[in-house]
């Protein structure tokens, strides 16, 4: 009877703690589901608010680029603050949707949250955090613009997006080089396009035979007559040295030069010049020659008879 009683007892202490636990989450739920209409008005307005701020951002970022346009700021620049600008526009929706539905407690501790992982992900992401600041260095630096042709990590091509990661190159060949913004800014590059007028430089050699005032007067003629040279641009010709088998000159000259096409193109057609020159004063550009001198050691070929005894 004893053990009937306490069993019976047990029983019922299980069922009115589980009375008790379903009551308290019956009353939670409920608490819930009325805290959640009652704040259903906040957040259909929240996030129409957060909603009108992106539409926000993207029209407002037309007008801000059009007045970008208007100062004359390159390409990299006004595609990088348009960027940066919606960012901040969102952001702000966010923020004050969050208000809107009064969570401050919930924004104070997103805040809090997001300063703490921001120091975590810029630890983590160093490299990362590095090209995106080189971006915006390179996107305000006169130098590197979208359309230019630059040469920089061994690697050349127009520049066809500056963005806060990586610099696009279409090189020659009609292939797209990405190249993170930090190795840019870090390393030397080298833009053709930042000045329409270069100098190429060509080299060459004449006979030892050949009056030398004749070939520097017919050769700065035939380039004179091909590249027109504007004020202040001369064309230099310099004999740098008594070469093997003849006397080398280098030649300069201003061309129009707004990538590394352009100064192939030169160098063809001066070539052509100076050549159809020289052949019309019949002046010599040597190539090298070699003698091959056997002295004593040279090939012989003998006949040898041998005659075969019959024997009878």
């Known amino acids: 009877m004893l053990t009937n009683l306490i069993f019976q007892n047990q029983t019922e202490s299980i069922l009115d703690n589980t009375h ?24 259909i307005l929240a996030i129409v608010i957060f909603i009108l701020f992106i ?47 009064d969570l401050s407690t919930v924004l104070t501790s997103v805040l ?30 006169p130098k590197i613009q ?14 066809t997006d500056i963005n806060l990661r990586y610099v696009t190159l279409k090189t020659a060949d009609q292939n797209l080089v990405v190249i993170p913004n930090s190795k840019i ?3 030397p590059f080298k833009n053709y396009s930042t000045d329409r007028r270069s100098i190429a430089i060509l080299g060459c050699g004449v006979g030892y035979e050949s009056d ?18 504007n004020v202040n641009e001369n064309i230099d010709f310099f004999y740098t040295e008594f070469g093997d088998s003849s006397i080398n000159y280098q030649l300069r000259f201003w061309i129009k030069e707004a990538n590394a096409k352009d100064e192939f193109i030169a160098k063809h057609k001066a070539i052509k010049a100076i050549k159809k ?31 075969r005894l019959n024997e009878d």
Do not use: C, H
């Open 20 to 43: 008790d636990a379903w009551s308290d989450l019956n009353t939670k739920l409920q608490d819930w589901v009325d805290s959640a209409i009652m704040n259903l008005p906040n957040f």
């Open 55 to 101: 539409v926000l951002a993207n029209i407002s970022a037309i007008g801000i680029s059009k007045i970008i346009n208007r100062t004359r700021a390159q390409e990299s620049v006004r595609v990088v603050a348009i960027r940066i600008y919606k960012a901040v526009v969102v952001l702000l929706g966010f923020f004050i949707a969050l208000g809107v539905m």
């Open 112 to 141: 809090g949250a997001a300063g703490v992982v921001g120091l975590a992900v810029g630890l983590a992401l160093q490299g990362t955090l590095n090209n995106t600041f080189s971006g915006v260095v390179l996107s305000f630096m």
């Open 146 to 159: 979208i359309g230019d042709w630059i040469e920089t990590n061994d690697f050349s091509g127009f520049v």
């Open 185 to 187: 800014v870090e390393n």
């Open 212 to 229: 030398l005032d004749f070939v520097e007067k017919i050769t700065i003629e035939a380039i004179s007559n091909t590249f027109e040279q």
């Open 277 to 307: 020159a020289y052949n019309e004063n019949d002046i010599n550009i040597p190539f090298p020659i070699r003698t091959l001198d056997f002295g004593k050691n040279k090939f012989r070929s003998e006949t040898l008879n041998i005659n």
